[in-house]
């Protein structure tokens, strides 16, 4: 099993809509989620960090489930600027690094 | 702030030639990290550092070496440039314990090896 395993999409879907990532990691033992984005040749910039009790920022809601290992990032209202790509990203075992998913692409269109 | 910057931005290389690409950041950041991007594999860590002085291997370390001299900079070196080596170059910096804070990436590298 892959350490971090994103679904890559594309997800095309139209201005307002909702969509949904999926995300599952393989270390029962990370303390660490995080989504961050990444703009086409751009550098990956953190969206936003993924806490046990779920948070939500804006049109933007993560939730972790750590009994299945399974992180997910809601976007509500879809706007053409969040076209982007969406890491899904876990510490390592030892704590000192971060572990990238390869990303979902997501494309919003009017 | 310039936060973290990387040179240079584009460059090309013959197979076998060397080149050392450089990271800076002015955020007095202790960790940082070189990641390559290809299409298709996502980011994956080349080495990184947890403090000046010292290195560590990542998941793809081979072909490369790095060095820490300096807090503020991170530099890493390709000996032999081989055609697999070709993909877009990520420094990143972060405050410390990485694993429960932002990391700050650069604008990248992209490097073509011919």
């Known amino acids: 099993r892959k350490e971090v395993e994103q679904d890559p999409g594309p997800f095309n879907v139209p201005e307002g809509a909702t969509v949904a990532f999926n995300c599952t990691y393989s270390?029962?033992?990370?303390?660490?989620f995080f989504w961050y984005r990444q703009d086409c040749r751009k550098e990956p910039k953190l969206l936003m960090s993924?806490?046990?009790s779920g948070n939500e920022d804006g049109r933007f809601t993560a939730q972790l489930n750590r009994a299945s290992q399974y992180i997910s990032l809601l976007i509500r209202d879809s706007k053409l600027s969040d076209s982007a790509t969406y890491l899904c990203?876990?510490?390592?075992?030892?704590?000192?690094?971060?572990?990238f998913g390869k990303g979902t692409t997501l494309s919003v269109s009017s | 702030n310039a936060g973290v910057t990387q040179t240079p931005k584009f460059r090309v290389l013959k197979t076998g030639q060397s080149m050392t690409l450089l990271c800076a950041q002015d955020?007095?950041?202790?960790?940082m990290y070189w990641y390559r991007q290809d299409p298709g594999m996502g980011l994956r860590l080349i080495h990184y550092?947890?403090?000046?002085?010292?290195?560590a291997k990542g998941e793809v370390p081979d072909g490369y070496n790095v060095s820490r001299l300096k807090k503020q900079n991170f530099l890493l070196g390709l000996e032999s440039a081989a055609p697999s080596q070709t993909s877009v170059y990520f420094c990143?910096?972060?405050?410390?314990?990485?694993?429960?804070?932002?990391?700050?990436f650069g604008p990248g590298t992209r490097l073509t090896v011919l």
């Open positions: 990203v876990v510490n390592n075992q030892a704590g000192t690094a971060l572990i």
């Open positions: 955020m007095n950041h202790e960790y």
């Open positions: 990143a910096s972060a405050k410390d314990g990485a694993a429960y804070n932002e990391q700050f």
């Open positions: 550092s947890v403090g000046e002085g010292t290195t």
């Open positions: 270390n029962s033992a990370s303390q660490s």
């Open positions: 993924v806490y046990s």
